[in-house]
């Protein structure tokens, strides 16, 4: 397996995002971290660096959904680390309503930040990577990705679909040199995003989901549900389940 010291994680502040940063950090990776929140980030950046001498962190602040600007972030971290060895494109949004309810704007946001702005960063990491000859891009997807979802999902599984089809081009396209690809599949973990939702059943603790995600991200496999269990069996439930039920259930 080989060994990626320089990390970059897209919305690093909160969530998912911070919890990869932390677990990175103290197994002595240096880190290029970036958000909207800077102060958030800023702190975290901090803290790890206290914490683990040894380690080098930056930091920028970053809308994703300002293009020409993920370009500029990438390269800049990649110049003061001297490499990217894994980018991993993390940044979310998951805000949704029904469709035809009145509320496009939200459902525009969601798949313009999962899907149009994923593609941004794509493409800056990929444009390094082929320079490099080397490298290794994950992608974060949803276990929503598997199926069209009803009610507030339907714009966010979508996003998440698009996103996990945009990945495995890329894999093909990259098949056989030294990049790889991942595809993340979580189910739910518990974050911002998750918290906003209410009690959700199967939800995994912050701890327990981000020790999953960082190890499919180590294993480099092409696509990985997280965490392994329940998700991976429950992935072949979800693609057959009638359409009353999935309504009911989701």
């Not at 962190?57 to 600007?69: A, P, S």
């Not at 035809?100 to 960063?121: D, I, K, M, P, S």
């Not at 714009?155 to 030294?178: C, F, N, Q």
Request: contains cysteine; proline residues 4%.
């Amino acid at each position: 397996m080989v060994y990626r010291k320089n990390i970059v994680i897209t919305g690093a502040s909160a969530g998912l995002g911070e919890g990869m940063a932390r677990r990175f950090a103290a197994d002595g990776r240096n880190l290029a971290l970036c958000a909207r929140r800077t102060g958030r980030l800023d702190a975290l950046a901090e803290e790890l660096t206290a914490a683990y001498p040894g380690i080098r962190v930056v930091t920028r602040e970053l809308d994703v959904n300002d293009h020409d600007r993920v370009f500029t972030v990438f390269r800049e971290f990649r110049d003061e680390l001297g490499s990217l060895d894994r980018v991993i494109v993390n940044a979310g949004l998951g805000k949704g309503q029904p469709i035809g309810t009145g509320y496009f704007t939200a459902n525009r946001q969601t798949v313009e930040t999962n899907l149009v702005a994923a593609l941004a960063q794509c493409e800056a990491a990929l444009e390094i990577f082929r320079e490099q000859r080397a490298g290794h891009l994950v992608v974060v997807s949803s276990f929503s990705a598997l199926r069209g979802l009803p009610r507030n999902l339907t714009a966010y599984a979508a996003s998440k679909a698009g996103v996990a089809t945009l990945a495995d081009g890329i894999r093909a396209d990259v098949h056989g040199t030294p990049i790889a690809v991942t595809t993340l599949l979580p189910g739910y973990i518990a974050s911002e995003m998750t918290g906003r939702a209410g009690r959700t059943p199967l939800l995994a603790s912050a701890e327990r989901g981000g020790k999953a995600l960082v190890k499919a991200i180590e294993s480099e496999k092409a696509k990985v549900y997280v965490p392994t269990v329940p998700w991976a069996p429950l992935s072949v439930v979800l693609r057959v389940l009638p359409t009353g039920l999935l309504r009911r259930f989701t």
